[in-house]
């Protein structure tokens, strides 16, 4: 969110102060007009409006209870793989021969990159609605620009590494299966766009009733053994202007089971299937509905979804090896030392230097307090397999060194907060690390008054 964003938020949010129900989007009109002609029927009057906090999000002009059906989708209206496998257009673009080639690879594609491929090219316009209503930009760090990328944690810059690999290997195997007069076609800033819808709006599917359906069609399944996992993701339109809140509990899933989507397939029967999302959780009409991502730390919210939560109960910070060493050369009593290279090896063949965090019950993760007994305390290098398959070695020997390492991470935090202050503008990416940040400290201070 922009600071332009932000203020336009909070204007809306005075403006609307004592009202009944929030200001309503009017600009989703057409995805209602759509899904209704699909039979959605909207029995529990959900409607897309601004909150002060969170921006867009859902509400009820009624009243809603413990296990009501907050939304009945018709499964016409979502996007996996059984609407690749019918749109006949889609499929024309790529080589059967050199799909079937790939298949028997191991280097096979994932189904978001072919999900996010299909957004960029899909000329059906069965979803132009839904396509319209998909925002252009996001606040992923992946999308901070050069200047602010200067001021982003390791952590993060390793995972949006990774995170660059799968988007550009994606559109490099997909390209390779293509007809000749498709190959290239998509950009990769489109595909990186695309790549992110998949990733922060896509839902959970049985993938055992997608190869179900996907069984009885008439020309078969081209993707599925090209696939390098699961068909589970499908986009979902409306259902993705749900905003997460921690703890929020929901069920969801098809109206229908595998069985029964079987049996109807097979007698030819009209397949009246629906997502379907019921709530644990009481709501007052014009009160927004939350739901729940999964239980994520504000770092795994920032690069997957673009947000972080302030008082995150399920946070922790994580930190690399990199940024060790990088302590070590900051500490005055530990820039002289040289440590032996077998201890890194150690750690590395061991797969210790991984899963570095601090956290709120027991202050250091397993790993990070036997990274930091080998390297700091445990001198006889013969010891270090009973130091790291024993229990989790004892705080008090690191706890000044852990305690440092703490004030040298809040020091990170504040050089990038006021960094990024210093910029004469923030991107909607910049902002949303920004407060990342913020909350960053605030829970580094946290730990540090529990030492």
Not at 306 to 330: C, Q, R, W, Y
Request: neutral net charge; charged residues 25%; aromatic residues 12%.
């Amino acid at each position: 969110m922009t600071a332009d964003g932000m203020t336009s938020i909070r204007r809306e949010a005075k403006r609307t102060k004592g009202a009944k129900y929030p200001s309503e989007c009017v600009e989703h009109v057409p995805l209602f007009r759509w899904l209704k002609g699909l039979g959605w029927r909207n029995e529990t009057g959900l409607r897309i409006g601004r909150f002060g906090c969170t921006g867009k999000g859902l509400y009820s002009r009624k009243p809603l209870a413990e296990a009501d059906c907050l939304i009945a989708l018709p499964f016409e209206a979502l996007i996996g793989l059984n609407v690749l496998e019918r749109d006949e257009h889609f499929r024309s673009m790529f080589d059967e021969s050199a799909v079937q080639e790939r298949a028997q690879s191991l280097e096979k594609l994932p189904f978001q990159a072919l999900l996010a491929f299909y957004l960029c090219v899909t000329k059906s316009a069965h979803f132009e609605a839904y396509l319209q209503s998909l925002p252009q930009t996001f606040s992923n760090p992946y999308f901070c620009t050069k200047q602010e990328l200067v001021y982003l944690s390791e952590v993060l810059l390793q995972r949006m590494v990774e995170q660059n690999g799968l988007i550009k290997s994606g559109l490099e195997r997909i390209n390779s299966v293509l007809r000749d007069e498709w190959k290239d076609t998509v950009e990769l800033e489109r595909f990186k766009w695309a790549y992110f819808v998949v990733n922060t709006r896509s839902v959970f599917l049985d993938p055992m009733a997608v190869k179900m359906i996907n069984s009885f069609l008439p020309s078969g399944s081209l993707f599925e053994d090209f696939l390098a996992d699961e068909p589970s993701m499908a986009l979902a339109p409306f259902l993705d202007f749900f905003n997460h809140r921690c703890g929020a509990k929901t069920v969801n899933g098809l109206s229908l089971s595998t069985s029964q989507i079987r049996d109807c397939l097979l007698k030819e029967r009209p397949l009246e299937l629906y997502y379907n999302l019921h709530t644990d959780t009481a709501y007052r009409a014009g009160e927004q509905i939350f739901i729940s991502y999964g239980t994520h730390n504000n770092t795994k919210l920032l690069l997957e979804y673009g947000f972080s939560i302030p008082s995150n109960p399920d946070d922790f910070v994580e930190l690399t090896i990199g940024t060790i060493n990088a302590f070590m050369k900051h500490d005055p009593e530990l820039r002289c030392l040289r440590l032996p290279r077998e201890k890194y090896r150690f750690l590395a063949d061991h797969r210790l230097d991984e899963q570095l965090f601090f956290v709120g019950d027991d202050l250091l993760s397993h790993n990070l307090a036997v990274c930091l007994t080998v390297l700091f305390v445990e001198r006889n290098i013969h010891h270090m397999k009973a130091v790291a398959f024993a229990a989790t070695p004892p705080l008090e020997p690191i706890r000044a060194i852990a305690l440092r390492l703490v004030d040298f991470l809040l020091l990170e935090c504040r050089q990038s907060i006021e960094g990024l202050n210093k910029l004469a503008g923030l991107s909607t990416a910049g902002t949303a690390y920004r407060e990342y940040r913020r909350e960053c400290e605030v829970f580094l201070n946290k730990i540090k008054n529990s030492f």
